[in-house]
C-alpha cells in the first residue's frame, strides 16, 4: 500500500491549496521554524482519522481550520485529502487507487469521503484497521512520541506492544 | 490473549536486540523486561541498555542522544513486527550527534525498500540522504507554501522561499 | 512584596518585548499576562506571541522552535533583571533553525561582555561562535575525558578523540 | 564574578581527575552522544549546591559516583571543585579567588571545602546567595528549563519571576 499524494486547503496554516506528492523511498520535508512542516504532519494523522484534539496540538478541533491573518480571512472549511494505491491489494476495495477526505465546516459539520463517495468516519476506519496506519499507531513517529516512551506514562510503551500484537 | 502477547513480546525483544546493536556498537546489548512476568497483559515494561563493558542501565541513566536512539531502535523494532506501509519522523534526529544521524539514516534507508518514509529534519546530513525533497515557508500573508527542492540547490532555495 | 514583585514583573516584561522581537522579527510582538491581576504572587503567567500580520497565539500554538525560541527570549528577559555571572545553555539549539541558531548566538555574543557562557551544542554553527572549545570523548573504559580542541580541526578531532 | 575553572573527580562519568578552564567569553562544550556534556552541566549544578538527585538525572544521590566498569573498578568518592575569581567584590569575602569543593564518599558522608577549608554547606550557600548563581536559579539552562517554562507545571513561571524578583 502506497501512499501517492496529499492535498490540504483550509488547514492550519495552509490556507490555499498544496499538493504533496509521494514517490517510493524516503520524502523529506525542510524549511525554517514554524513554516509548517509540523503542520502537514497533523494532517496526514487527521485524514486518517485523528480525534484527539491534544495529538493535534491543538485546545479544540476547530482550531484545526486556518483562522485568518491580517490579510487572509479565516477559511470556511478544512479539508485534507490523501491518496494510496493499492498495490498490495491490502485495502479491502477493488479499487486500485484510494481517495480519502476529511472536511470540518467552520459550522461544525463534518464530511468524510471514500473516492469522493459520501461515508461515515467509520467505513474510513474500518477500511484502514489492518493497514497499521489508522490514527493512533506508531507509524507516526514525532519527537513526542520518543518522549512518550522515554517517559512510560500510563503505561503507554505496553500500549503499544499491545498494538502490535 | 497472553500467548498472543508474549509470541509479540518476544519477538519485539529479538528485534529491539539486534536493532539497538546496529544503532549502537556491535559488543553492546540491551533488554525489554516485563516488571511483573506474572501479569504480562498489564505489566509495564522495563527497558535496559548494556553497553559493552560498562553496567546495565535503565533507560533513565542514558544520556539525551542515547535516548532517542533507544527509543528510535524500540519503535523499529515493533515495527519490525508488523510493518506500516508509511513512517513519518518529525524531527527525531535533533539531539543525535553526527554518527548517529547517518546510522539513524542507513536504517530508515533499509526498511525504505519496504514502506515509504517521510522525514521532517533541519539535519543537513539527512538531507542529503533524502530521495524527494519538499521545502515549506511561511509567507507574510501567515499562510504556508510548499515547493519541491533539490538538496544541492537548498541553502539559495531556502533563501528564496523565506524571503 | 507585591510591589516588588509588579515591579520585577513589568521589568521582566519590557525586557521580554525587547528581546522577543530581536530574536523574531522587527514587526512581531508578545506579552506576557497575568491570569489572575488581582493576585499576583499567586498567578499564573500567560505567554502570548503577536507575530507581525498574524493573530495573536498563546505558547502552546506555536511551532516547536517558536516555542523554544520564546522560552529563550523569557529567560534571557529574567536574566537582564538580575544578570548571573554566568549561564549555561545544554543543547538548547537542537529544535532551532539555522537562521534562528545564529540570532541565538549573536544574543549570546552580546551578554557575553557581562557574563560568560558555557553552551554544549551538537551544533556546527553554533560550535562557529565559540571562544573556547572543548571536546568531551568516552574511552573504553567507561571513562570521559576532555581535550581542548580548535573548531577547524574539530572533524578530525572529534574522529581522533572517540576511536 | 568570573568562574575560573572546574575540577572533577569520580564524579558520574568522570572517574580520572578532569580539569577544565574558563576564559571570558564563550566556552563550549561538544563530544558524541554519550560521551559526557551533561554530566559536566550536572557536576556545576552540584558543586553549587544540588540537593535535588532527579535535577542531576539521578535515582539516589550515591549514584553521583563513578559506578565503576568492566575494567575499573568503582569510584570510593565523588568530588567537584570550582574556583571563581571575585573581581566584582560581590563575594562576601576578602578573598581575591574563591574555591568551593564538595566530596561525597561511598559511605555517604559529605564533605564541603571553602578555600580549602572545611565548611558546612550553609556556608557555601549563604555565600552564593547574592550572586543569582546558587543551584535553583535560571542560570543553568538545559533544554529541560526550556520545558519547564512551555509546560509551566505548579507554576514554574511564577517560580522563575519570584527568584529574579
Ligand atoms: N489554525 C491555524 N491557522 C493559522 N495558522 C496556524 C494554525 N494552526 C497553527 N498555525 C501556525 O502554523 C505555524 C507553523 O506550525 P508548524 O508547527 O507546522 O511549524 P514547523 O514547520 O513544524 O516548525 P518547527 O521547525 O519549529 O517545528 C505556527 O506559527 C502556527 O502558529
Ligand atoms: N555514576 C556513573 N558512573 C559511570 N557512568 C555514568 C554515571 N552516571 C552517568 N554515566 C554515564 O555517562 C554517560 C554520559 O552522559 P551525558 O549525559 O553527560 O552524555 P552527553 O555527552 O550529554 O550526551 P548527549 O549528547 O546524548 O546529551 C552516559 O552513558 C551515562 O550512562
Ligand atoms: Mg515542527
Ligand atoms: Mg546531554
Known sequence: MKLKSLRI????????????????????????????????????????????????????????????????????????????????????????????????????????????VRCRRKDITDLLIDTGIGSNTYAIIELGMVEEILADKDNARRKMFEQAA | AVELYMNAFERVRANFKEVFRRLFHEGDDCDLVLLHPDDPLHSPIEIVAKPKGKRPRTLRQLSGGEKTLTAIALLFSLYLLKPAPFCIFDEVDAPLDDTNVMKFNQIIREFSQQSQFIVVTHNKLTMAEIDRLYGVFMQESGVSGVAEVSFKDLPQNIEALTS
Chains 1, 4 share one sequence.
Not at chain 1, 525554517?32 to 493535534?56: C, H
Not at chain 1, 494510496?84 to 476529511?102: A, C, H, M
Request: avoid cysteine; charged fraction near 30%; hydrophobic fraction near 30%.
Open chain 1, 9 to 116: 486547503k483550509g488547514f492550519k496554516s495552509f490556507a490555499d491549496e498544496t499538493l504533496i506528492h509521494f514517490d517510493r523511498g524516503i520524502t523529506g520535508i525542510v524549511g525554517p521554524n514554524g513554516s509548517g512542516k509540523s503542520n502537514i504532519v497533523d494532517a496526514i494523522r487527521w485524514v486518517l482519522g485523528e480525534q484527539k484534539s491534544t495529538e493535534l496540538r491543538l485546545s479544540n478541533m476547530s482550531d484545526v481550520l486556518f483562522n485568518g491573518s491580517e490579510r487572509r480571512k479565516p477559511a470556511p472549511y478544512a479539508r485534507v485529502t490523501i491518496e494510496f494505491e493499492n498495490d498490495k491489494g491490502l485495502l479491502p476495495t477493488e479499487y486500485q487507487t484510494v481517495s480519502i477526505s476529511r472536511t470540518l465546516f467552520r459550522s461544525g459539520d463534518s464530511e468524510y469521503r471514500l473516492n469522493d
